[in-house]
């Protein structure tokens, strides 16, 4: 990543002329920026491009289908220049060496989700959360996701795949999540959306939390 920051931007507007100020501003504070469907429907895959003059993209398409179909995605993610694709487990091995296949080819990343941020993250995530990040482990992925408001979850995925693989944990200002505790937790970056471009000023708002987890 970019800067050694440990800061993650999730782009989520919906307006590519937002969308641009915004990583321009922030970009010196920001190691990555991570973009959804929101934005790529709204403004077409090229705005992946467009972004990744300012930051590496992260991919935030959290892919589950079958194993060619989650290559075709990957490759086509990559072709248009991001660096990473966030991927679900859920959908099994065969599916997730697809994408991780699909990545290496490229020289990119592939993070897979194990526990989402929200509330309801927990009803069928957590049963199956360690598995997923052992397979995570198992299949030369870079790295997972795992939840920022529940601290204590990352420091028990960070027990299953140990330094080998990295952790991105979202939900860090408007869910409730502090950035210095799910660093302390085990996390490596953190993932900050609304807290930063709904802010007055992002640039104010992503210099603070790079602060935050310096102190």
Same mark, same amino acid.
């Given at each position: 990543m970019k800067n050694n920051t440990k800061l993650?931007?999730?782009l989520d507007v919906t307006d590519k002329e937002s969308a641009l100020r915004i990583a321009q501003d922030v970009h010196e504070y920001v190691d990555a920026i991570k973009v959804g469907y929101p934005l790529v429907l709204a403004t077409g895959l090229g705005i992946v491009k467009d972004l990744a003059k300012y930051a590496p993209i992260i991919a935030d398409f959290k892919v589950a289908d079958i194993p060619n179909t989650d290559r075709l995605i990957c490759e086509q993610v990559f072709k248009a220049g991001a660096d990473a694709v966030i991927v679900h487990g859920f959908?099994?091995?065969?599916?997730?060496?697809?994408?991780?296949?699909?990545?290496?080819?490229?020289?990119?990343? !592939?993070?897979?989700?194990?526990?989402?941020?929200? /509330? +309801?993250?927990?009803?069928?995530?957590?049963?199956? #959360?360690?598995? @997923?990040?052992?397979?995570?482990?198992?299949?030369?992925?870079?790295?997972?996701?795992?939840?920022?408001?529940?601290?204590?979850?990352?420091?028990?995925?960070?027990?299953? !795949?140990?330094?080998?693989?990295?952790?991105?944990? /979202? +939900?860090v200002g408007a869910q409730?999540?502090?950035? #210095?505790?799910? @660093?302390?937790?085990?996390a490596d970056w953190v993932i900050v959306g609304r807290s930063i471009y709904q802010a007055d000023s992002p640039k104010d708002a992503a210099a603070e939390i790079v602060a935050q987890m310096r102190d």
């Open positions: 993650i931007l999730a959908t099994g091995q065969d599916s997730l060496d697809a994408c991780v296949d699909a990545a290496q080819a490229s020289g990119k990343d !592939i993070y897979v989700v194990t526990e989402m941020s929200h /509330p +309801g993250g927990v009803e069928f995530f957590r049963p199956v #959360a360690e598995s @997923i990040a052992k397979m995570a482990l198992d299949s030369g992925a870079s790295g997972v996701v795992a939840p920022a408001t529940r601290p204590e979850r990352v420091s028990e995925i960070r027990g299953i !795949i140990g330094s080998e693989l990295s952790i991105i944990s /979202p +939900g409730g999540g502090s950035a #210095a505790d799910v @660093i302390n937790a085990g």
